[in-house]
């Protein structure tokens, strides 16, 4: 019987090898860059056309390459970064395996030119499917030029599976900002069909924070500084109060290279316990410096997951250097102390009693607010919410009467306690019903509403009911392009980050038949002609639109249209939230809304928005 087992053709080991380094045209823009940083560039230019579908261009200043050097960087475990095993264990260049190239290569029709500083004349190569087509000199500048046409070219099926522009862009950015950010003393610059996106001069870290998520992000900044005989750490976090229901903005570094680990995140999150809100994730930037014979990071294809040598030692240097840092800058919970209590008496300072004046006028001016849109400041709300928990810390103190008779309730007098309900009447048997006050619907935790059925009550979330009724409304809006607008006085003017301003260039037309009305003015810059009219009253537009954006970024990866896409993130950026009280009138608005929508029963995100409660179940439970 003849042999069965025979050596792969060098061509289709490539595009096997390509399969685990190449997935989308991101990892073709990582590889390329790091192998500009290695080539010791002081600038790398990054052009695309087509999310990278058509062209990917990387252009750097670096050392170049010889005629046979520029041959070799195509062939399989080529590579300048080790010789021996042992240097496996002392990493610092980005690229170490010799495999990118050679898989790009496979997969995508690939023209290079170099040039080293000290020679005259570059070299020029043209290479389709692993096979080199030409080989020529040139006239280059110094450094290299690598562009990528065509990816998956001879690979239909993965060409495929390929995302839609905006979610592939959307992963480019991510690459992109993660190496930006790893190395600050490089000029990058990033250009998407003819449009620059990122221009990032060389500078500091906050520099560079601030020119990739924008001017906003500075004052949301704290620098952690720590300086161990292990390791050194450096970097920011982000303040609690600006932190994100999206992930995204989470970054670690070790040795300048991007790393994902879930175990060091839970470090920083551990660093922030009792500072956050439930499901909201700050913005990090962490630098972890460690000798590279303490670290193995030829642990997966992509490079971005490492084990180190004492895993919990990182862990806790980490959480105990955040926790300072957050100290240090006094980012701690506060109590309002400025309420004078008497504890023995009950009574209240005239300070206090006016501060509670003008708390419950607060309260009912909220009351009578438009349906679902809170009118207090920030600031305004925190003081109410903080008087609001003192009062009920000390609620019934001032009831207390000192002199009376501990032994009182036992020498025949009784202690009654008397419910909300007791003058509302008896239980109207005849009727098989309640009566009549307790069939109004009323909040629990300001978060759910409950109403009365025939056959029991109903449970409704309603965030989740008003996320489902604006869905509803925006989609039917854009459909029949329907929706009402609210035109400004005075137009305003936000800036948005580079990679923002991107996804809402390609979005307008679609945001626009909200009711929107957003104009291009400048780079990164937009217009606010008009806003949809039940969202006139929201005062601040560039955290709407930042919202809205984060909500469809969240749900990229979904396979949904545009237009379904733009609608979920707008139903969720601006639905009312749990903890947000309702008067009696909103109740019902929400309730009836509710039930005249098509699919009532699910929020778009999948949540139900109510839960029905009957009254034999009840029964059945009480029974015991």
Known sequence: MADIIQLLPDSIANQIAAGEVIQRPASVVKELMENSIDAGSSSIKLIIKDAGKTLLQIIDDGCGMSETDARMSFERHATSKIRHAKDLFAIRTMGFRGEAMASIAAIAQVELKTRRQSDELGTRLMIEGSEIKTQE?????????????????????????????TVEMRHILDEFQRIALANTDIFFSLHHNGNEIFHLPAGKLRQRIVGIFGT????????????????????????????????????FFVNNRFIKSNYLNHAIMSAYEELLQKGTFPFYAIYIDIDPKRIDINVHPTKQEIKFDDERLIYNYLKVAIRHALGTNAITPTLDFEQ????????????????????ETKSSKGNSSNFGRPTSSPTSAKDSNNLKNWKNLYEGLDQFDPEADEDSTTEGKSL?????????GSLDDEKGSFSNPQKKSYQIHSSYIVSNIKSGFLLIDQQAAHERILF???????????????????????????????????????????????QEFGKNDFVIHAVP????????????????????????????????????????????????????????????????????????????????????????????
């Open 472 to 518: 509803e409304q925006y989609l039917d809006a854009m459909k029949n392009k329907e929706a009402v607008s609210q035109k400004e006085l005075f137009p305003k003017t936000i800036t948005l980050p580079p990679a923002d301003a991107a996804i809402l260039k390609e979005i307008i037309p679609e945001v626009n038949k909200l009711g929107f009305e957003i």
């Open 340 to 359: 004078n209590v008497n504890f023995a008496n009950g009574i209240t300072s005239s300070k206090s009693t006016s501060q509670n004046q003008a708390y």
């Open 416 to 424: 009654t306690i008397e419910s909300k309900w007791a003058e509302s």
């Open 533 to 624: 009219a039940d969202l006139h009253k929201v005062a601040d537009q560039q955290a709407m639109l930042e919202k809205l954006l984060e909500q469809y970024k969240e749900n990229i990866e979904l396979k949904l249209d545009i237009t379904e896409n733009i609608a979920r993130a707008m139903a969720r950026s601006s639905s009312i939230k749990r903890g947000h009280p309702l008067n009696p009138v909103e109740m019902k608005e929400l309730i009836d809304r509710l039930f005249a929508c098509e699919v009532p029963y699910k929020s778009p995100f999948g949540r139900n928005c109510f839960i029905t409660y009957d009254l034999d179940d009840l029964d059945r439970q009480f029974a015991g």
């Open 216 to 251: 906003t992000s500075n004052k949301h900044l704290v620098p952690v500084e720590e300086d161990t005989d292990i390791i050194k750490l450096s970097g920011y976090v982000g303040k609690p109060e600006f932190a994100k229901k999206t992930r995204g903005t989470q970054f």
């Open 137 to 165: 000199a040139c006239q280059c500048p110094a450094g290299t030029s690598t562009s990528v046409k065509n990816l998956f070219y001879n690979v239909p099926a993965r060409r495929n599976f390929l995302k839609s522009d």
